[in-house]
């Protein structure tokens, strides 16, 4: 199993500053992400749907990190961090529009406060916009 992890992770001394850097690294891999995010603290925009967001949110919170789901849909955010909650992850919704510069340092603090730090940031919130990038404008 050593040597698949390594395989994985790419060599022997990947492995071994994985392990020194991420103290809670399994040697069993059973599909888990070599524990590079447990106990980390995430914020995941746009997690409020069924779409990327939401799936990057629950699998952050599988492999143990504590995310914070932001989403301009409040009702769509709170069921993503139930759903994490129903399932042992620790999960926190916050009412967020990212296009508003003004909203982010008061996410970030509530992210710092809820769980002590902040290491990944999933800038995922977005919408698609079909049309020629010479014709969109400022607001789109
Ligand atoms: N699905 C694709 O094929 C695809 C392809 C290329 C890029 N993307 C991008 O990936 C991201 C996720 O895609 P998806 O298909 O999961 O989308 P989705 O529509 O399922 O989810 C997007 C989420 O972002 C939220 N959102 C939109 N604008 C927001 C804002 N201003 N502030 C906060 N939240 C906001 C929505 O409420 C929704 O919950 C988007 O940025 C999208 O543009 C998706």
Do not use: Y
């Not at 447990?38 to 746009?46: L, Y």
Request: charged fraction near 20%.
């Amino acid at each position: 199993m050593a040597s698949e992890l390594m395989r994985l992770s790419g060599s022997s001394s990947t492995l071994a500053r994985l392990k020194s850097t991420c103290p809670g690294t399994s040697d069993s891999l059973e599909g888990t992400l070599l524990g590079q995010v447990q106990g980390k603290v995430a914020i995941v925009t746009g997690g409020g749907a069924s779409g990327i967001g939401a799936a990057c949110a629950a699998t952050l919170a599988r492999e143990g990190a504590k995310v914070v789901v932001t989403d301009l849909d409040d009702a769509g955010g709170q069921a993503v961090v139930d759903r994490i909650g129903g399932s042992g992850g620790t999960a926190s919704f916050l009412h967020q529009d990212v296009s508003l510069e003004e909203s982010w340092p008061a996410v970030i603090e509530a992210a710092e406060r809820r769980f002590g730090h902040l290491h990944v940031m999933v800038a995922n919130a977005g919408i698609g916009i079909m049309c020629r990038a010479v014709e969109m404008s400022l607001a789109d």
